[in-house]
């Protein structure tokens, strides 16, 4: 895992699809590899907000808590 990934870096090889200021949504247009797996992504989604619920998409649909530690993922 690269703890340095910074979306400033990467930001001319993706698209931004979503900015309502809580959340983001990037789509990756030139490879970038994801930091903790280094496989190449298709999307990046970046949370500012303490939480978010995300729409049935290819499956259950899920949200994500983050806590002081931690984050928690419901899936439904």
Not at 21 to 44: K, Q
Request: glycine share 6%; net charge negative.
């Amino acid at each position: 895992m690269d703890p340095d990934f910074d979306i400033h870096d990467h930001r001319h090889r993706m698209k931004l699809l979503r900015d309502t200021g809580e959340m983001s949504i990037y789509d990756n247009m030139d490879g970038v590899r994801c930091p903790a797996c280094t496989e190449i992504f298709e999307r990046l989604v970046l949370i500012e907000g303490r939480s978010t619920s995300f729409p049935e998409h290819a499956g259950a649909p899920f949200c994500l808590v983050r806590r002081a530690e931690d984050i928690a993922l419901f899936r439904h």
